[in-house]
């Protein structure tokens, strides 16, 4: 049975920062692409950042690029974002997702067809 399941999530002020993890099981890591996304009230779903764990490629939205940070652990099947100079705009549910993607790197929300339950994120003083 594939799982994501992704933790970290929390009440930070503007300018701190958090580490989210995504915890997986149930298929082949290293194939796998794990991205991750955010939906806000009233929002659709967008795409943060995602790290291909087979060629190691990794991808920024232009909201992320310069605050966050992508990781992968494959020892662990675990991924990461560590998300720096937080801004209320970045108050959100934060989904993992995983994508099969063999050789290549994709973000787009169409190639994800795992994903986990979502930490909520909130940037507020």
């Known amino acids: 049975e594939v799982q994501l399941q992704a933790s970290g999530g929390g009440l930070v002020q503007p300018g701190g920062s958090l580490r989210l993890s995504c915890a997986a099981s149930g298929f082949p890591f290293d194939d796998y692409t794990i991205g991750w996304f955010r939906q806000a009230p009233g929002k659709e779903r967008e795409e943060i950042s995602c790290?291909?764990?087979?060629?190691?490629?990794?991808n920024y939205a232009n909201s992320a690029k310069g605050r966050f940070k992508i990781s992968s652990d494959s020892a662990k099947n675990t991924g990461y974002l560590q998300m720096n100079w937080l801004k209320p705009e970045d108050t959100a549910i934060y989904y993992c997702?995983?994508?099969?993607?063999?050789?290549?790197?994709?973000?787009?929300?169409?190639?994800?067809?795992?994903w986990g339950q979502g930490t909520l994120v909130t940037v507020s003083s």
């Open positions: 997702a995983a994508a099969y993607q063999p050789g290549f790197s994709s973000c787009h929300i169409g190639y994800f067809n795992y």
């Open positions: 790290i291909s764990n087979s060629i190691g490629a990794t």
